[in-house]
């Protein structure tokens, strides 16, 4: 069974730097392509980034230069490194396997506030 | 990138009647290989997205017959057959035939 679990979300101060982690099970994140998607409070989905199979990594222009999409083979889990982190980032996060075009696995989402 | 509008962004509906959303995007999403990447999924409040229904009309393992979906290009539409409790939530389309894959603004289903 694919499973996505997810962890690190939290509060941070505007400028500050938040990672988080999704570690998957029931498939191999390396041979998958993978996705992070965000949902803002009240608003709907969002997609901010993927990383491919062999390594290639994509942004929305509202996260590019600030985020970074990662994943270690050996733990099998994705990351999100986000830095410079801005108010209107403020988000639930979720991680998400691609199949064919597709996105058929989501992770739990992790809740991140930016504010002072 | 590709817009995706869903209409009506809010649908009350009864217990037991037919329920319908349609989605409709800014370019055709049929794909160079014939396929058409067209999805829907369902987030209850509180919850992750689940995916019901990929390739337009493919309902996902364990997706009630209740739900189908249709279309064809730029028009497509999720119905809902009879409306159930436990269907509350957003209702979400998004393409991936298109890069970056892009949502639907979302419809929430009341009873």
């Known amino acids: 069974e694919v499973q996505l679990v997810q962890s690190g979300g939290g509060l941070v101060l505007p400028g500050g730097s938040l990672r988080l982690s999704c570690a998957a099970s029931?498939?191999?994140?390396?041979?998958?392509?993978m996705h992070w998607v965000r949902q803002a409070p009240g608003k709907g989905l969002l997609w901010i980034s993927r990383?491919?199979?062999?390594?290639?990594?994509y942004y929305s222009d509202s996260v590019k230069g600030r985020f970074t999409i990662s994943r270690d083979n050996a733990k099998n889990t994705l990351y999100l490194q986000m830095n410079s982190l801005r108010d209107e980032d403020t988000a639930v996060y979720y991680c998400?396997?691609?199949?064919?075009?597709?996105?058929?696995?989501w992770g739990q989402g992790a809740l991140v506030t930016v504010s002072s | 990138d590709v817009v995706m509008t869903q209409s009506p962004l809010s649908l009350p509906v009864t217990l037991g009647q037919p329920a319908s959303i349609s989605c409709r995007s800014s370019?055709?999403?049929?794909?160079?290989?014939?396929?058409?990447?067209l999805n829907w999924f369902h987030q209850r409040p509180g919850q992750s997205p689940r995916r019901l229904i990929y390739?337009?009309?493919n309902r996902d393992s364990g997706v009630p017959d209740r739900f189908s979906g249709s279309g064809s290009g730029t028009d497509f539409t999720l119905k809902i057959s009879r409306v159930e409790a436990e269907d509350v939530g957003m209702f979400y389309c998004?393409?991936?035939?298109?890069?970056?894959?892009?949502f639907g603004q979302g419809t929430q289903l009341e009873i």
């Open positions: 998400a396997r691609d199949f064919h075009f597709s996105i058929d696995s």
């Open positions: 029931g498939f191999t994140v390396s041979s998958d392509w």
């Open positions: 990383i491919n199979t062999d390594g290639s990594t």
């Open positions: 370019q055709s999403l049929r794909y160079s290989d014939g396929n058409t990447y």
């Open positions: 390739k337009v009309s």
């Open positions: 998004m393409q991936g035939t298109h890069w970056p894959y892009t």
